[in-house]
């Protein structure tokens, strides 16, 4: 069973903060992935990474940097947060090939004040 | 500019009784598409597929179906039960142009199954 985890379920945090946000997978996938659900809006993707120390930009990047040292592992950094950073952060992975199915982990909702 | 459109935000049926989901893209480059069901304090979860080269997929009681022409797909639940009750993610990719395989995901459909 394909288990995606994220460090934390809630978050508070203040601005200006550096935030981490950190999400596991034990499936040896070689994709993960960083999206924000907003209401209205749907998922959007962050940043994802197809290899160890590899990443690309998403559709909203700024504001956000990210890091792959180990397979399994995936970080979103947000640098100095926003208030308008409060948002529910999904993390999931997936086989190298683009139409495979991504796994989500649970989520982690931010809040900045 | 959202490429990806759940233009109903809510439906509620009745169980038993069919739920039809719609999604419209405007990227005539899509050409994968797929649906997420997502539960409160989860992560979304795979539902079904469709690739462009069908126009129907079925899995047991779910049902896409792809309009190429119109750029829309439908997703139908039949029949409609309580456990069904959840947001439903219409998302969307361009597998053969893009590499990388992004999704484009729409905003959502809260369905609520009432008894």
């Known amino acids: 069973d394909v288990k995606v985890t994220q460090s934390s379920r809630y978050l508070v945090k203040r601005t200006g903060e550096k935030v981490f946000l950190e999400c596991v997978q034990d499936?040896?996938?070689?994709?993960m992935f960083w999206y924000r659900q907003d209401p209205g809006l749907g998922l959007r993707l962050i940043y994802f990474?197809?290899?160890?120390?590899?990443?690309e930009k998403g559709d909203i990047p700024e504001g956000y940097s990210v890091s792959r040292e180990k397979k399994e592992r995936f970080s979103l950094i947000l640098e100095s947060a926003s208030t308008n950073q409060t948002s529910m952060y999904l993390c999931?992975?997936?086989?190298?090939?683009?139409?495979?199915?991504?796994?989500f982990g649970p989520g982690t909702r931010l809040l900045v004040l | 500019d959202q490429q990806v459109k759940q233009n109903s935000p809510s439906l509620s049926v009745q169980e038993g009784r069919i739920s039809i989901l719609n999604c419209d893209y405007t990227?005539?480059?899509?050409?994968?598409f797929l649906w997420y069901k997502k539960y409160p304090a989860e992560g979304p979860t795979f539902l079904i597929s469709?690739?462009?080269?069908?126009d129907k997929n079925e899995d047991g009681r779910f049902t896409v179906f792809l309009n190429k022409s119109a750029k829309h797909l439908s997703l139908h639940i039949v029949p409609s039960q309580p456990g069904d009750s959840a947001v439903y993610f219409c998302?969307?990719?361009?597998?053969?142009?893009?590499?990388?395989?992004?999704?484009?995901f729409g905003a959502g459909t809260q369905v609520v199954v009432t008894p």
């Open positions: 999931a992975s997936s086989f190298i090939r683009p139409e495979e199915t991504q796994y």
């Open positions: 499936m040896d996938h070689e994709n």
């Open positions: 990474s197809y290899d160890v120390k590899m990443k």
């Open positions: 990227n005539s480059m899509f050409d994968y």
């Open positions: 469709i690739s462009s080269i069908k």
């Open positions: 998302a969307a990719s361009a597998i053969r142009t893009d590499s990388w395989g992004k999704f484009q």
